[in-house]
């Protein structure tokens, strides 16, 4: 494959969905406040270093590259550099995290429901070289991009891209039943602003059978997605 033949600079707009991090985990552990920033400091001091390129990024953005997993996912191997996935459309992104919620749940048989839990939802601006599984001549091969469970040949086009110095894959969303854009962000350097461009507050819950997203706050965005798992045909291994 031709890959930096075949992209094209862009500059695109990602919205990312996550737990939200204003909920403080660590306070029921200590008594006071001192004792709790001291925790976080220890915390902090623990975890891997920031990505090369990270160091300028708000932390919403600079996490995502900050940690290796032996699981991998799309467009990386187990144990490769960390990716930050997006998608064009608020739903979209919802759509992508409600499902791993929905598979977390699956694989947790002493668990009917995850009880509605904070998430917050922001945008950032991505901006470099880019390739597009949606085009030719990548489209020839969507239903490798599309597998709803093997990611084989993902991972290798994601290590691919790397190497050819491409920093952002533009796909299609596989667990969104409108199949938005989604882009997967191989590298710091393509975030083109430091902080996110939006930040919005949702909640989040799951059961079997349904994925349920609502705003907490009023915005001109839609204010809540519905995903019936029957519905949207979301697989499990």
């Not at 623990?46 to 940690?67: E, I, Q, W």
């Not at 960390?82 to 929905?102: D, F, K, N, S």
């Not at 070289?129 to 949606?134: F, G, S, V």
């Not at 533009?170 to 590298?187: E, I, K, Q």
């Amino acid at each position: 494959m031709q890959l930096a033949a075949d992209s094209e600079v862009v500059e695109l707009a990602l919205w990312r969905a996550v737990e939200a991090q204003h909920v403080v985990s660590t306070m029921p552990l200590v008594d006071t406040r001192a004792e709790q920033r001291l925790l976080e400091e220890l915390i902090e001091d623990a975890k891997p270093a920031l990505a090369p390129g990270s160091s300028r990024l708000h932390y919403l953005l600079a996490t995502p590259f900050r940690y290796r997993n032996p699981w991998g996912s799309r467009f990386r191997a187990p144990m490769e550099a960390g990716i930050l996935y997006g998608a064009e459309e608020q739903r979209t992104a919802c759509a992508e995290l409600g499902y791993w919620r929905w598979r977390f749940l699956l694989d947790s048989p002493a668990l009917t429901r995850l009880e509605p839990a904070p998430q917050t939802v922001f945008q950032c601006l991505v901006s470099g070289p880019a390739i597009d599984c949606r085009e030719p001549p990548l489209d020839a091969q969507r239903e490798a991009w599309t597998d709803p469970l093997d990611y084989t040949a993902c991972q290798a086009l994601g290590r691919a891209a790397r190497d050819a110095g491409v920093g952002l894959i533009r796909y299609a969303s596989v667990r969104d039943p409108l199949h938005g854009g989604c882009g997967a962000v191989l590298t710091p350097v393509a975030i083109a602003h430091p902080a996110p461009l939006a930040q919005e507050a949702w909640h989040l819950m799951v059961t079997r059978e349904r994925v349920r997203w609502w705003r907490t706050e009023w915005s001109r965005s839609e204010g809540a997605f519905d995903f019936d798992v029957e519905a949207v045909a979301w697989t499990h291994p």
